[in-house]
Each structure stands twice: as structure tokens, then as C-alpha cells.
């Protein structure tokens, strides 16, 4: 009598096909001797059937259209970010490159100073400060084209 | 091409193969949203965001594992925090009948349900699928609507199998009530 309990507490899982191998042959060994096992059992089986044949309601066709447009506008925005970040190492390592060639650029300072009638000290300042700001600037349109082309996605 | 190979490209970072996971699993990882928030809008909003949240965290899904139990898994931690913010529910939380989830699990009702099976039984059974608690409501739609295996649903639960199986059944048990007593509903003129 135990083991018709315990089966019976079993019936709703193995109707949902949830049961270990043991456990569903010991449900389908008691249920060739139990009439009223088996009767239970299809009542769990009419009720899985049921559920199984629940209807499905669609996604709305624009859903996914409109995910989808979600989905490559964060990806253009994400990449838009590491564009960003490239751009500040571009600006950095064309600044050092600036720097790097002052040694070079001094020996061209001195005749371009004589030549124009000021201090060589000015021509090297004024070279790195076009230099940085010519820089900049092209970064600055750069990320600002970026930045127009990840909007129009 | 398969799940788990286009998963692979994804985690490569290709995100065109994202936009075709979302028209693959459109209207599963809808149904199962709807299923739980029981509002198409919501739905709706939580489908776009558990996709953005995808495009974040592919980097931790583990190709070794099954792509549609990570996927809903993530739409599942969605909801739940959606569901938590907006209508906390317990498993005591009274039903429109005034009785507890509880309660029901507790009595149960044999027979009467094969005439479901000639009486607009879709119909009904969704009406007391949808009156279950949100526990019972998910794991039903993830293993007979979504047909997960048991390893599947609890990881996208997050719980251990034991824990599943014995949700699963309580769930079932309380389903056959609800619908029992619709029928008896039904029956009274």
C-alpha cells in the first residue's frame, strides 16, 4: 500500500517525463497491476497533453525589426567608444612623435630663425604647438564624423 | 549551421550573427517572456533588453554549455528583477479566489479533467496556467512549452533538480485544481 503512495506521488512527473529511468520503470511496473494508478495517470497525461498543445502567441513582426536595429546601433555605439579611445592613443603618439623629432628639427631651427629674425627658442615652440593643434584638430573631426555616422544607423 | 556553432561566432564578436538569433528564437523567448509578465508591452521590452544584455555578456557564455539555457537564463534574471521591482509575489500571495497557492497545493481534485478535453480546453487551461504563481507559471512554459530537460530548466533557473522536480509537481497540482474548479464553475448553471 506504501509503495501506491509513493507512485502516485510520482504520476504528475513522469506524465511531464520528468522521472530518472528507475524511477519510471518502478511507475511502470505499478501501473500494469493498479487500475486506479493508471486511470490517475491519465488524467496527468491528458493535463501534459494539454499544456503541450498551448498556443503560441507570436512576436510581433516589428519586434524584431526594432531589436535588431537596437542591436547594430549598440554595436556601432560600442564600437563608436573604442573609436574614441583610438583616437586619444592617435593624438598621444602623434604628440611624442613631435617630441621625438625636436632634435631633428633643431638643426633646421637655427638658419629657419636667422631667416625670419627671431629667437630659435620661438621656432621650436611655435613648431610644436601647430604640430599638437594641427593634430588635434583632425582627431576632433575625425570622432565628430564618427560620432554623425553612428547617429544615422 | 548550428546553435552552439553560431553562439561560438557571436563570442567571436561577429554580431551578425545575432540578428539571425533573434529571428530564431523570436517567438520562444517571447512566449516564455509573456508567459511571465503576462503584458505584451513588457514583454516586448524585456525580449530587446535580454538581447542587449546578450551582446554585453557573450563573453562569459561558455560554448560548452547550452546556448538556449544561457539565453534564457538571462531572460529569466530580467524578469525577475522586472517582476520584483514592480509586484513582489509569494507563494502565500493570495489568488482572486481569495485562496493561497498554498492552499491548493495542499488539497487535490482527481477526475473531471478529461472533459477538458472536449471543452475549450486551451482556452482554460491557459486562463489557470496564468492564474498560477509566477514559480509555477515559469517552470510549466519552460518544460511543456519551451520542452526543456530537467538540466536545462534548472539552469536556467538557477536552482538545484531536486528543487526543480518538486516545483514542477506542486505547479502541476495546483494547475489540476484551478482547472477543476473552472469546471465545476462551468458545470453550476
Known sequence: MKEHFIIRDLLSLAAAGMLEPSEQRRVDEHLRHCEACRAEFGAWTSLAGALKELPTPQAPPRLVFQTQRILVYAAAHRGYRWSRIGLACLILFSWLVTLATLACVGLLEIPVARWLDMPSTTVGVAYIGVTWLATALAAGLLGKHCRQEARTL | ?189
Open chain 2, 1 to 189: 549551421m548550428t546553435i552552439d556553432t553560431e553562439a561560438a561566432r557571436l563570442r567571436s564578436g561577429d554580431a551578425e550573427v545575432l540578428t539571425q538569433l533573434v529571428e530564431r528564437y523570436q517567438h520562444r523567448l517571447y512566449r516564455y517572456l509573456l508567459r511571465l509578465v503576462s503584458r505584451p508591452s513588457t514583454a516586448e521590452d524585456l525580449f530587446q533588453q535580454t538581447w542587449l544584455r546578450v551582446m554585453e555578456r557573450i563573453k562569459y557564455y561558455d560554448p560548452r554549455r547550452s546556448f538556449e539555457g544561457w539565453l534564457f537564463a538571462v531572460a529569466h534574471n530580467l524578469a525577475i528583477d522586472y517582476l520584483r521591482r514592480r509586484q513582489p509575489e509569494s507563494l502565500d500571495e493570495p489568488l482572486p479566489s481569495g485562496e493561497t497557492q498554498s492552499d491548493l497545493t495542499r488539497s487535490g481534485t482527481p477526475g473531471a479533467l478529461e472533459l477538458l478535453l472536449y471543452k475549450e480546453r486551451a482556452g482554460l487551461v491557459l486562463e489557470a496556467v496564468s492564474e498560477l504563481q509566477l514559480g509555477f507559471r515559469e517552470v510549466i512554459t519552460l518544460r511543456f512549452e519551451e520542452e526543456m530537460k530537467l538540466e536545462e530548466i534548472a539552469i536556467v533557473l538557477a536552482l538545484p533538480m531536486g528543487t526543480v522536480k518538486t516545483r514542477l509537481h506542486r505547479a502541476l497540482k495546483a494547475l489540476r485544481l484551478i482547472l477543476a474548479k473552472k469546471i465545476e464553475i462551468g458545470k453550476t448553471p
